[in-house]
Antibody
């Protein structure tokens, strides 16, 4: 069970920080992703943090979003800056990598970017 | 737009067999496992098939997956009304260092 929080309504150019907490697995031992889904659209991968701490981003968010984790709180974060209307989506955290992808998902948190 | 191509919609009657295709390229499906997810509106995706053809515990054997070259498919046999949902394919993409997803296929049980 992954539990996201932090979504809401934000103006274009604003910032938001999403959180993903769990008591069922150790975040730092796993590859953790953020995946988003715009209204009526398909899933889009946003970012990943490896167990090693390496991070990767989709081109659409590179330079604006930062993925991180707090090992002491067993929580994953997504810091989102310079938000645009096309960032509006439900954001999910999900475990996985190339060998096993998406066996754990959160319930999602809605981010709406609008003036 | 999505790099993995799925038909936007599919349909069948109860008891029928339906297949959903997913087409990619050498950097994703051509060299990495394919995953399938089932998503009921308003809920999170649920893993249906992993590593091309494996079913997680609890997924009925009516669901099966396959991969060949740069394409993959999901087959659902003995279609039931509760199978009505959106189905997404995904595969790791070596050029992205992350997964690519298809655009999703909305399955309607007539």
């Amino acid at each position: 069970q992954l539990v996201e929080s932090g979504g809401g309504l934000v103006q274009p150019g604003g910032s938001l920080r999403l959180s993903c907490a769990t008591s069922e697995l150790t975040i730092s031992d796993n590859y953790m992703n953020w995946v988003r889904q715009a209204p009526g659209k398909g899933l889009e991968w946003v970012s990943i943090i490896y167990s090693s701490g390496d991070t990767h981003y989709a081109d659409s968010v590179k330079g604006r979003f930062t993925i991180s984790r707090d090992n002491s709180k067993n929580t994953l974060f997504l810091q989102m800056n310079s938000l645009r209307a096309d960032d509006t989506a439900v954001y999910y955290c999900a475990r996985g990598n190339w060998n096993l992808l998406g066996d754990y998902w959160g319930q999602g948190t809605l981010v709406t970017v609008s003036s | 737009q999505s790099v993995l191509t799925q038909p936007p919609s599919a349909s069948g009657t109860p008891g029928q067999r339906v297949t959903i295709s997913c087409s990619g390229s050498s950097s994703n499906i051509g060299s990495n496992y394919v995953y399938w997810y089932q998503q009921v509106p308003g809920t999170a995706p649920k893993l249906l098939i992993y590593r091309d053809s494996q079913r997680p515990s609890g997924v009925p054997d009516r669901f099966s997956g396959s991969r060949s070259g740069t394409s993959a498919s999901l087959a659902i046999s003995g279609l039931r009304s509760e199978d009505e949902a959106e189905y997404h394919c995904a595969a790791w993409d070596d050029s992205l260092s992350g997964p690519r997803f298809g655009g999703g296929t909305k399955l309607t049980v007539l």
